[in-house]
């Protein structure tokens, strides 16, 4: 988990994540992720969006659009 908190801080640090707290912002992004992955297994059948990944990282690191 530190390892992705530092990730996320470097994100802040480089104006790419408007993240005001790194360490608990890491920890929703680590457990959305988990949800992700979970939710893809069980229910394969459901049409993912082939961003919906990425969309939540986006949102979960709070990165800034490009």
Not at 27 to 51: C, E, K, N, S, T
């Amino acid at each position: 988990m530190r390892t992705l908190a530092e990730a996320l801080a470097a994100c802040v640090k480089a104006g790419r994540s408007t993240s005001t707290d790194p360490e608990t912002d890491a920890v929703a992004l680590w457990l959305g992720l988990h949800g992700l992955a979970h939710q893809r297994i069980v229910a394969p059948a459901l049409g993912w969006p082939p961003d919906i990944a990425k969309r939540l990282v986006s949102t979960l690191a709070h990165l800034a659009e490009q």
